[in-house]
Each structure stands twice: as structure tokens, then as C-alpha cells.
């Protein structure tokens, strides 16, 4: 048995960043300002699970002058998210053939709920889900590709996962996961490997 593993972001749904920094000057009535080393730790303990969604609302609320809620923040992800229509099609494709289909997110609930009330059923038709936020772990640690080997079940020669960032395509190769990076130069190239590798 082969697998298809996808990243959500910048594969199966485009994503600017710079929509969120934006809306957090807009709110507050302070001046756009870059995400801070602060603000990325932070991020990272929601998309692990460490932190609290409402716990990192608190904080948006405190250093950003926001007065969100978890539902705000949800919506603002909704503006942020955008369908890769290439990622989204191989996706679908995988599905039909009757490839089993995951996905391997770095990823929080909100993110979820901002996918989900954009595009209902967004995720439904996948075979399982392996996500960040309840894994207690983010790519690139290696511990996250183990984990899903041993989910499955299977050896990392049996998979195909496909992620927009070097670093964690790196990372999955090096548990022996046939990975490669999903970026626009490359879609042909990813696209031409998932038919050889699933027989297509």
C-alpha cells in the first residue's frame, strides 16, 4: 500500500501572511509591524498544542491592542485563505483513484474552522488527518514523520508527501519518506513524480 501525505498551507490552500499583520494594525489603530521572535514562539506553542487558542487571543489582545476573540481571529483566517488550485487538484485526484490520503499539517483548531466555514467538508474526504496542534509536535522535528510511520504502519519508501518548505521536506527524507518541496517552479516536476510513484 502507498500513501499520499499533503501539507495544508501553500499546498492545498494558499495562504498571506501578511493579511494577519495587516488586520492587527487595522483593529488596533497602531502601525503595521513585522511578526516578532515573540510572536512566533508564541504561534508555535498554539500550533503544538502547548498553548491555548483563547490563551493566545489573550495575547494577541495584550501586545497587539486587539480585542479579539477566538471566533475574530478564526474570521481573519478566512480572508487570509485562498485555494492552490494545483495542490487542491492533486489532492482530489489521489481521493478518486482511491489513493489513502493524509494530511501532515503544522496547524491550529482555528485554522481548521477558518478552512472549514470557507469551504465545507474542506478536509471530510481524506483517509485520516495528522495535525501539529494534536500531535504535540511540528514538522520539521523528526519526531512528527516517526509518528506517522508508526501510525500507518508502514515504511517511509511507502509514502509520497509533498510540503511547501524545504526544511520539513528535508526532514521527512530523512526517515526515508519519498518527500518533495511543493512550490510553483516545481508543480510539473511533483506532479509527473506522484504519477510515477502511484503508477499512474
Known amino acids: 500500500m502507498k500513501y499520499f501525505l499533503f501539507d495544508i498551507g501553500n499546498v492545498l490552500a494558499n495562504f498571506d501572511f501578511q493579511i494577519l499583520l495587516q488586520a492587527y494594525a487595522d483593529d488596533s489603530g497602531r502601525p503595521l509591524a513585522p511578526q516578532s521572535d515573540l510572536d512566533e514562539a508564541i504561534y508555535i506553542q498554539v500550533e503544538t498544542g502547548e498553548l491555548s487558542e483563547s490563551a493566545y487571543v489573550e495575547y494577541l489582545n495584550t501586545s497587539k491592542g486587539l480585542d479579539w476573540s477566538v471566533g475574530n481571529l478564526a474570521e481573519v483566517w478566512q480572508r487570509i485563505f485562498t485555494i492552490n488550485p494545483v ?85 521527512a527524507r530523512a526517515v526515508g519518506i519519498q518527500a518533495h518541496q511543493f512550490i510553483p517552479a516545481n508543480y510539473a516536476a511533483v506532479r509527473k513524480a506522484a504519477d510515477a510513484f502511484f503508477g499512474g
Open 87 to 171: 495542490g487542491r487538484g492533486l489532492y482530489e485526484q489521489a481521493i478518486r483513484t482511491g489513493v489513502p490520503v493524509y494530511t501532515l499539517s503544522n496547524i491550529a483548531q482555528y485554522h481548521v474552522d477558518a478552512l472549514e466555514k470557507n469551504w465545507s467538508g474542506f478536509l471530510e474526504e481524506a483517509t485520516g488527518l495528522f495535525m501539529s496542534y494534536q500531535m504535540g509536535v511540528r514538522k520539521p522535528d523528526p519526531q512528527i514523520y516517526t509518528m506517522v510511520l508508526d501510525q500507518l504502519d508502514v515504511d517511509g519508501e511507502q509514502c509520497f508527501f509533498i510540503d511547501d518548505l524545504l526544511e520539513n521536506v528535508e526532514a
